[in-house]
C-alpha cells in the first residue's frame, strides 16, 4: 500500500484506520462510500447507487444482483491512503437479511460510522446494528445525511440518538442552511465554514448559523476522545453524501480521532496489535470474485505483527502451513499485490477451500481468535435442481457457497435433497442468481417440513450418538459435517429438548471452538 521502504512497524499499525460503515437500507450508505473514497482521492467519478450507465456503476456494489437492485448484500472491502493515514474501508450489507454476515465483519473493524437519513432518524436496522457495535465495544462516529433534502431538526435528531441509544452526541460540525438552500457546514471545533460556494455575510443562514451554534455550545458536550474511544460519546457530523457536502469533514475526523488497531480477545489472552508475531483472523471468504477465474479468496484481518508476501503462516485449526504467495489488496472487486501489511490492514488471501471463516492464522502459536459465530436460520427450503445431470455441480456449488456464508447448508442424514437456511428471503434470491450466473445451475426451492435448526452437542459422546441414531429422520449435517437437529416446530423442539436433558441445544455455533479437531461435534 506505502511505498515506505523497511517501514517502523509501530509507526505504521498507528497510522492504520479501520472501520466499518452501518446504517438501515438507503439512509445512503453506498454512496457515502463512494464520496468517501472520491474524497481519498481513490475514485474520479462517484456515482449514487441508483444511478444509470456503465460508468456509474458503484465501485463497492460489484455483485451483478446488486447492481441490479441497488442494495449491497455483500461486505466490500476498500483499501486507501488519506492524510498519511491508511483507511481500510468496509461497506457492510445494508439489508438485515444479510446480518450475519455483517456480524462477522464487526469482528474486524476498530470502529464504525453510523448513517442516519435526516427524514427519517433512527430506524429498526439502525438500532440493531448499534446494539452489535456496542456488544463489541466498537466506537461511533454518526454522520447524518441528506441534509439537502427536507430533514427533521438537527437537534431533535441528537435528542433522539441521545435517548434511543443511550449515546452521548457531541455535534463536530453544523448544517447551515436545510433541504433546497443547504450550503454547506461549520466546524464547530476549528470555527471554520465548509461551503459549496461563498455567502454574503447578509445572508439570513449565517445569522440562524450562529444562534443554532450558541444554543449547541450551551447544551450539548464537546468532543471528548476518551469518551468516544470508550463508546460512550459519539462524534456527529452533517451533510449530503450525494452531493460530496461533509464527506471530507468525515474523513478527516476519522484521520484525526478514529482508534488505531485495537487488541483482539482469543481464547488463552488478549493479543496486542504492536506484538511482534503475527496473527490474522479470516472473518470472510468470496468465491467467484473474477468469475473468469474461478478464484476463491479468504480475507483475514491481520490482528498483529507485519505480514510480508511470501512467508508461511500456521492456520491453528488444523495445524498446516499456509503460504502466502500472493496476498492482496482490495478495492472492492479490483485488487493489487500486497508486499507487506501491518496490523489493521484487511487482505486477501486466495486459496481452494483450505480457509474458513474464523480461521486464525499466526506465525507458529497456537492462539484462536473469538467471537466469529454462525446463527440458527430463520427459514429452510429444499432445493429443487431442474436438471438432474448437474446434481454432482450442484454439490460442489452449495457447498462452496455455504463456506463463505451465503446460505446455511444442511445435508438430511436420510439421503433426501438438501435443505438451506438463511435469516431472510433476499438470501434465497442471492443463491439462485449466483448458482445460475457462476455456476451455471438452475434451482427452485420448495417448503421444507421443518421450521428450526439447532445444532446438538454433549461432553457424553454415547448420549450424542443414541440421540442422532434415535432421531435419523430428523438429523442432518451441516457444511462442517456437524450434527444437526430439524424440529418441524418449536413445540417439538422443546419436546426433543425435554426428553434428551444430556443434549444441549444451540441456536450460535462458535466456529472456532467447533472447528477444533478435538471437538468431535462439540458445539461452543
Known sequence: MSDRAHADPATEIARRRTFAIISHPDAGKTTLTEHLLRAGGAIQLAGSVRAKGERRRTRSDWMGIERERGISVVTSVMTFEHSDKVFNLLDTPGHEDFSEDTYRTLTAVDSAVMVIDAAKGIEARTRKLFEICRLRDIPIVTFINKMDREARDPLELLDEIANTLALDTAPVSWPVGRAATFAGTYDLRSRDLHLTAPLPQ??????????????????????????????????????????????????????????????????????????????????KVQANMDPNHRDRIA???????????????????????IPLHAPQFFFAREREIADEAFAGDVVGIPNH????????????????????????????????????????????????LAEEGVVQLFRPQDGTPPLVGVVGTLQLDVLQSRLAAEY??????????????????????????????????????????????????????????????????????????????AATGAIG
Open 440 to 517: 451455471s445451475v438452475a434451482i427452485g426451492f420448495e417448503t421444507s417440513p421443518y421450521a428450526l435448526a439447532r445444532w446438538i452437542s454433549s461432553p457424553d459422546k454415547a448420549a450424542l450418538a443414541r440421540f442422532v441414531a434415535a432421531n435419523r429422520g430428523a438429523m442432518a449435517d451441516d457444511v462442517d459435517g456437524d450434527p444437526v437437529f430439524l424440529a418441524t416446530s418449536v413445540f417439538m423442539m422443546r419436546r426433543a429438548a425435554e426428553q434428551a436433558p444430556e443434549i444441549a441445544f444451540r441456536d450460535v455455533k462458535d466456529v472456532v471452538r467447533e472447528a477444533s479437531p
Open 299 to 321: 480475507f483475514a484481518r491481520v490482528c498483529s505483527g507485519r505480514l510480508t508476501r511470501g512467508m508461511r503462516l500456521k492456520q491453528v485449526r488444523t495445524g498446516k502451513q
Open 202 to 283: 447578509s445572508d439570513s443562514r449565517l445569522a440562524e448559523l450562529g444562534d443554532e451554534v450558541d444554543l449547541v455550545r450551551a447544551a450539548l458536550p464537546e468532543f471528548d476522545r476518551d469518551s468516544f474511544n470508550a463508546g460512550h460519546l459519539t462524534p456527529v457530523y452533517f451533510g449530503s453524501a450525494i452531493k460530496g457536502i461533509g464527506v471530507t469533514d468525515l474523513l478527516d475526523g476519522l484521520a484525526e480521532y478514529g482508534p488505531p488497531p485495537r487488541a483482539q480477545h482469543a481464547d488463552t489472552r488478549t493479543v496486542e496489535a504492536a506484538e511482534q508475531g503475527l496473527t490474522a483472523l479470516v472473518f
Open 353 to 400: 477451500g483450505t480457509l474458513r471463516i474464523g480461521d486464525t492464522l499466526t506465525d507458529g502459536e497456537d492462539v484462536n481468535f473469538l467471537g466469529v459465530p454462525y446463527f440458527a436460520p430463520e427459514i429452510l427450503r429444499r432445493v429443487r435442481l431442474d436438471d438432474a445431470m448437474k446434481a454432482k455441480k450442484l454439490r460442489q456449488a452449495l457447498s462452496e
